[in-house]
């Protein structure tokens, strides 16, 4: 029985163990892109677990730690991200979501991915999207982005009011979830639905992502407690940006919404209508959105300092190493020694 | 911009007669060392003044298009050459190995079209600087390490023994190589952390798996593999070699082929 424990213990802690388990790792990457299985982290996820595991019991086990400090250091650093990115991946939560602009945060409009014990307080999450800009300039006949600015109102977690600006690297943080935005926006037709019976209802439609889908400007709205379905397209001819001078991403000044309901095809400008059997439907104007990444991961400092103590490990382990005998001394001394 | 070619065009002659007198020298026996670093230092300076008035030009550094990626990767590489050049004076006839490997490089940059590119927000950043220069000292630290993996290879040659038979050892080589090995293991992995840094700043997620992070990652990965082998598993010189040449093979495809084939963010976003 103490010899299985031992033999056990001996290739759980192998070098030759651990060999194979960074070419299975290897692997595991390679094929990870190459599958849309719904279980596929789990080839890059059970080599890390077992790679944790025989680092563990090599820590423990190989006496080769005890007398080389710097190398034990380096594989405790190793160790602690292994957790810490193991902890990460079941605490995290990343998502997106598209606010129009001059409305608020709506969950409802989120989407993400979250890991088994991240407690999920997106629905506590109260901000709004005043305004934004987005910069271009011109570029070698085209235009480039420059700097983005959400200019945005939160509650804080003691319920204050707050304003500020956040863009490109400063994301707008609340409740420990970090809000980036994107180069993701685009137009949003405002809609209002004054039903016969019942009170009128707002909102807006999504147009996707301009200029990126610049020649598919369509979408559908499903007008609320109706079976009515429409379809929509944007249209208009006034050159958002500038090739010859500084421009900002707006709303262009001749836009016309389209609007296709079974066979009947209609243009309207903002203020314009459609009546319905059951109601009017309102374009009540052309506005915007903006895309935001959602990212929550309470690890990376923790990640980011156990990675550095690896890497001051292994560089101190390289210098107790190298350094004592520099290799063109050793070179001169070795050529000595042969004469 | 005609100024600029000249100095491209210069500087890539000067290299290529500094590669030209390295192979020379092996192949006759000759020394050429000090015309060997005289052409590649012009080779360099002229060099950095075609990527300066380029830049000029750009208002952005050469960080952008597949061409400023080569050029750029090209004047780094040389440096950290030309510095173990002049450093390890024993070794210098690794010349004759490493210049024709960046004769390559200086092909591809000739033939790819110089145009420019622009420069997406996200690159406007420290992050970027501090990243892609780790990046380089560890792509430079495997170009020296390959130097003398090429040297061991070739030595099993009989007409190259003799030429490389002033040389240290394999044995004394094969130290050298990974030596240079663990500066691009440390490197690479500096890369790897300012690279996570950059791309939660830019992209909200420090990590990804897109195509260039996932062979960055494969790269580094191999380059473990191939420092462990070495420290736990008795290697001939010859094997340490060839793994030094893997995992210069998957950098440079990573470097210069997968950010140019792939839609990922690493490319820059352009709405």
């Known amino acids: 029985m103490k010899s299985l424990s ?54 423990l086990t190989n006496k080769i730690f005890r007398v080389q400090g710097w190398l034990l250091l380096f594989h405790i650093g190793l160790l602690l991200l292994l957790l810490l990115i193991g902890i990460s991946q079941v605490t995290k939560l990343i998502g997106s979501v598209e606010v129009t602009q001059g409305t608020e945060f709506s969950v409802s409009s989120a989407q993400w991915e979250q890991g088994i014990f991240h407690s999920n307080r997106l629905e506590q999450l109260k901000f709004k999207l005043e305004s934004f800009t987005i910069n271009y300039a011109p570029a070698y006949g085209s235009v480039k982005r420059l ?19 956040v ?24 809609f ?21 889908f610049e020649l598919n400007q369509t979408n559908e709205l499903q007008i609320p407690g109706t079976a009515y379905r429409v379809w929509l397209k944007l249209s208009f001819f006034d050159p958002i940006f500038s090739t010859e001078k500084p421009s900002q991403f707006r709303i262009p000044q001749d836009a016309i919404l389209i609007v296709r309901v079974d066979e009947q095809r209609y243009e309207l400008k903002p203020g314009e209508f459609i009546d319905f059997k059951t109601g ?7 506005n ?42 050793d070179l001169e001394k070795k050529k000595k020694e042969k004469q | 911009m005609e100024q600029e070619q000249l100095s491209l065009w210069l500087a890539v002659v000067s290299y290529v007669i500094a590669g030209m007198l390295a192979i020379f020298g092996v192949v006759f026996a000759k020394k050429y060392e000090k015309s060997i670093l005289f052409f590649m230092l012009v080779g360099l300076v002229l060099h950095a003044v075609a990527i300066g008035l380029r830049w000029i030009r750009l208002e952005h550094g050469p960080y952008l298009t597949m061409f400023e990626i080569l050029s750029s990767n090209l004047f780094t590489l040389m440096l950290f050459f030309i510095l173990f050049y002049w450093r390890y004076k024993p070794v210098r006839p690794s010349a004759a190995v490493v210049l024709p490997i960046l004769f390559i490089m200086m092909a591809w940059m000739m033939f790819t079209p110089h145009d420019s590119g622009m420069l997406p927000a996200s690159f406007d950043t420290i992050w970027l600087w501090i990243h892609i220069g780790f ?43 990974f030596r240079f090995m663990a500066v691009a293991l440390i490197f690479d992995s500096l890369m790897l952390i300012a690279g996570a840094l950059w791309a939660q700043d830019a992209w909200g997620r420090y990590w990804g798996w897109d195509p ?60």
Not at chain 1, 20 to 42: Q, S
Not at chain 1, 280 to 286: D, I, K, S, V, W
Not at chain 1, 307 to 327: D, E, I, M, R, V
Not at chain 2, 238 to 267: K, M, N, R, W
């Open chain 1, 6 to 59: 031992n033999c056990l213990i001996t290739y759980s802690a192998s070098l030759k163990t651990t060999l194979f388990l960074f070419l299975t790792l290897g692997l595991g990457v390679v094929l990870w892109h190459f599958t849309e299985h719904r279980l596929k982290d789990w080839i890059i996820t059970i080599p890390l677990l077992l790679l944790a595991f025989n680092l563990m019991v090599a820590l």
């Open chain 1, 147 to 165: 700097d983005t600015q959400a200019y945005v109102t939160w509650l804080d977690e003691e319920g204050g009011l707050k304003k500020g600006v």
């Open chain 1, 167 to 190: 863009g490109d690297k400063v994301p707008l943080e609340i409740y420990g979830y970090k809000l980036y935005t994107t180069y993701n926006k685009g137009f949003a037709p405002m």
């Open chain 1, 192 to 212: 209002n639905w004054y039903p016969k019976q019942g009170l009128p209802i707002s909102g807006s439609v999504h147009f996707p992502a301009w200029p990126e």
């Open chain 1, 280 to 286: 009017r439907l309102e374009f009540a104007g052309l």
């Open chain 1, 288 to 329: 915007t959105w903006m895309g935001f990444q959602i990212f929550y991961d309470w690890s990376l400092f923790w990640i980011l300092g156990a990675s550095l103590l690896a890497l001051f490990g292994l560089a101190g382990h390289f210098w107790q190493k190298f350094a004592p005998s520099p290799w063109l001394d």
């Open chain 2, 135 to 177: 990046g380089k000292v560890f792509m430079g630290a495997v170009l020296v390490a390959v130097g003398m993996g090429g040297i061991i290879v070739l030595r099993k040659y009989h007409w190259a023994e003799k030429k490389f038979a002033n040389l240290p050892s394999n044995e004394r080589l094969d130290d050298l190589a």
């Open chain 2, 212 to 271: 260039l992070e996932t062979w960055a990652f494969i790269t580094w990965l191999v380059l473990v593999i191939t420092l462990h082998l070495r420290a736990t598993f008795k290697l001939s010189c010859e094997q340490g070699a060839y793994l030094i040449f893997a995992v210069f093979i998957l950098g440079f495809l990573t470097f210069y082929g997968v950010p140019f084939i792939s839609d990922a963010p690493h490319q820059g976003t352009f709405g």
